[in-house]
């Protein structure tokens, strides 16, 4: 599960960790009071709140560039915040659709300390697990306010890696490491060893995925701050962290996913016509790399689990309908312990009760798949028999494209 | 042989006396696998009973495994307690636990990896179908299945699978019973990001273990254990390899149902595994319907 930076900087602040003050809103109304609690003597930042990156060099639909803006007045804070709110912010993570932006972040303009060469003084900072070593890892890089991903391919040797043992936890000479190894010494030295040390204890109690600031900032005060902040949560372990749940921005979540996740089922939306409902995970994507292999376009990923109930592929085919893009359905089912009849059944009232009018390939295998290919031949609908995924994928695919 | 388990390997079950955990152990009983106990703490003394089969449950671990000799468990309690299951079953020193459960968190998981470091119990899973040994009788019954595998579609022979998928696991198995290849040991190792069991140890297992000639490996986007593996293979594998990787369509940063799909470095993509299998000397199947035709592209049979 995401949260919104204003969300996260909040957390931060209960852990200890040096954030610019800010004031979050979702109304043109409460700008006012919301700016009149900050020191804006340096200027303000205005910041559009939404799950996804590269907000600053993204651009609203009407034409206003910038999701994320200083304003060296209140004035031109509320003049920012205006053109913001309410209006849909395209960047390179969002898609070309956007998103609404409905809450807007005002904080204190942080002034920027220089390196010698005249660059900012930014720096990286990140927790998250480390898949290989299954230990959490802290990533740190003296190149911050970039993306990562090009200092690690560009320069590996400006990252710097500590893997904490989650027997002992975080020790102090491993926040020391870090410190070190970005360079500072004196009372900045001190005041890193505190920020990684408060900010792993936030990412271990509160069971984040990742924990991202980038960039830390060093201030021309000398002040440490964590200027941006990007936290996600193991859904996992959501059960024991409610006040994270209060967290959640359903207007972010795509709401077809969230309508499947109420049946059970698994569902991601994609840009081709041709639908799949699966069971199990790995089955599904690899049905939609079977639909592409021969020559079409999957529109969904959708996994209905290990039960595919009538009332679950009813929901499935309900939610894959509302997709317009949708031209043609492939079931692939494995029923290895489940009923395949039960399954056949199961697809074919659903086909009545929605009144399905796509070309439907249905892929059936496993315990008692003779009877459930009867039951689907004997239903008097349209439904084409696949033998094999290959099968299958090959008779859907034929059907979209000649259409 | 087999791997890790065979027909006489005698397995408990914890959290039998739930639905899910019930179920499968019925299934398993069916399968003519050695149930030979159940652990609910607070059940001690009860009794599960299933086609004249009697399963006495105890309230932990190491009593089970003292008073019935199982040395090996399959776990389907619920997640906010199953690290907790893992751990008492290195405690009673098991041969193995497998952890069927699905939506362990993954600090919990962290914490019993290293809790398991230095000691003898290796574990397969989280959120992983189990394993299978097929037996030799009629649809492979009288094998040992662990987990929620169904068993008829196994047939026992010389072939080693494994997977982070349950169903595409199935599949690979299936294609191969029908063309009349048997298996040695199919072996579920779990989607999960932090897991007990990789491709790689298993691969080992296949390696030294008389009975396999050939292995399927299936593999997804995500991670580089996919990968590892098929270094090891290219350097030291006497056996011939097919591999499948599943996920060439999935969108970079969706989670696809398995944790470990999520795409993340240079090594992680379809294309980037599928390259560095064929670098390795593994058969690649184009699609999730060649996996077993792979295999035979390169193993007779």
């Keep these: 599960m995401n949260i919104h930076e204003y969300q996260a900087k909040q957390l931060f602040e209960k852990f200890g960790v040096a954030v610019p003050k800010g004031v979050a809103v979702s109304s043109v109304a409460e700008f006012d009071a919301a700016i009149a609690q900050l020191n804006t003597a340096g200027g303000i930042m205005v910041k559009s709140q939404i799950h996804a990156g590269g907000r600053g060099k993204g651009t609203f639909t009407n034409g206003f560039k910038g999701g994320v803006k200083f304003s060296p007045t209140k004035e031109k804070a509320i003049e920012n915040a205006q053109a913001m709110l309410g209006n849909t912010l395209v960047t390179a993570q969002t ?225 894959i309908l509302g997709d317009p893009n949708v031209k043609g359905i492939m079931v692939n089912i494995f029923g290895g312990i489940m009923d395949c009849n039960v399954i056949a059944t199961g697809i074919v009232e659903a086909v009545k009760e929605t009144g399905l009018k796509l070309p439907l390939v249905v892929r059936l295998e496993g315990n008692n798949v003779e009877a459930g290919k009867a039951t689907l031949a004997a239903s008097g609908l349209t439904i084409v028999s696949g033998d094999t995924m290959a099968d299958a994928a090959q008779k859907i695919v034929k059907l979209v494209n000649n259409k | ?187 579920g190792i779990g989607g999960d990001p932090v897991n007990g069991t990789s491709h790689l140890d298993v691969i080992k297992l296949f390696n030294d273990d008389p009975e396999t000639e050939a292995i399927i490996m299936i593999g997804e986007i995500g991670g580089n254990a996919e990968v590892e593996a098929a270094r090891w293979i290219k350097a030291n594998c006497k056996k011939p390899v097919a591999g499948f990787i599943a996920g060439a369509t999935a969108p970079a940063g969706r989670r696809m149902g398995h944790a470990g799909a999520v795409i993340g470095g240079a090594e992680d993509t379809a294309e980037a595994k599928i390259k560095i299998f064929r670098e390795c000397g593994i058969s690649v199947a184009e699609t999730p319907s060649d996996m077993a035709d792979a295999l035979l592209r390169v193993w007779r049979g």
């Design chain 1, 95 to 319: 898609g070309e659709a956007g998103r609404k932006v409905q809450t807007i972040y005002f904080t204190e303009a942080a002034n920027l300390g220089k390196r010698p060469d005249g660059r900012d003084d930014e720096y990286y900072l990140a927790i998250l697990l480390d898949r290989a070593t299954s230990k959490p890892v802290i990533v740190a890089s003296t190149e911050g306010g970039m993306e990562i991903e090009h200092v690690a391919h560009a320069t590996p040797e400006k990252i710097f890696k500590v893997h904490v043992d989650p027997a002992v936890g975080l020790q102090a000479f491993q926040a020391r490491q870090i410190a070190f190894s970005l360079g500072f010494t004196g009372e900045l030295f001190k005041q890193c060893v505190t920020l990684v040390t408060k900010l792993y204890q936030f990412y271990w109690e509160k069971d984040c995925a990742m924990v991202e600031v980038n960039p830390l900032l060093v201030t021309a005060e000398g002040k440490l701050l964590a200027l941006d902040a990007k936290v996600s949560f193991d859904d996992n372990a959501l059960f024991r962290h409610p006040d994270v749940v209060a967290l959640r921005d359903l207007n972010e979540e795509d709401a077809k996913e969230i309508e499947a996740s109420k049946f059970g089922l698994s569902y991601i939306a994609l840009d081709g016509n041709i639908a799949c409902l699966v069971n199990g995970a790995g089955l599904a994507m690899s049905t939609m790399d079977i639909i592409q292999h021969f020559g079409g376009s999957p529109a969904n990923f959708l996994d209905v689990g290990g039960g595919a109930t009538k009332d679950q592929v009813t929901a499935a085919f309900k939610i």
């Design chain 2, 1 to 187: 042989m087999s791997i890790l388990v065979h027909e006489k390997t005698r397995i408990l079950v914890q959290g039998i006396t739930g639905d899910f955990g019930a179920r499968h152990a019925r299934l398993s009983i069916d399968y003519g696998t050695q149930v030979v106990a159940g652990v609910t703490p607070g059940k001690g003394g009860q009794t599960f009973e299933h086609n004249g089969v009697k399963v006495p449950i105890f309230n932990t671990v190491a009593d089970a495994a003292k008073q019935t000799g199982a040395t090996v468990s399959a776990i389907f309690v619920p997640p906010p307690f199953a690290a907790d299951a893992i751990l008492e079953c290195v405690e009673a020193d098991l041969d193995l636990a497998v952890a069927i459960t699905e939506g362990i968190p993954v600090r919990d998981m962290v914490r019993a990896k290293r809790a398991m470091q230095g000691k003898r119990t290796r574990l397969i899973g989280p959120n992983c179908p189990g394993l299978v040994t097929p037996g030799r009788g009629d649809k492979s019954h009288g094998g040992c299945r662990i987990g929620i595998a169904p068993g008829y579609i196994h047939k026992r022979g010389k072939v080693g699978v494994v997977s982070r998928s349950g169903t595409l696991t199935y599949e690979a198995v299936w294609q191969l019973t029908c063309k009349g290849h048997g298996q040695s040991t199919c072996v």
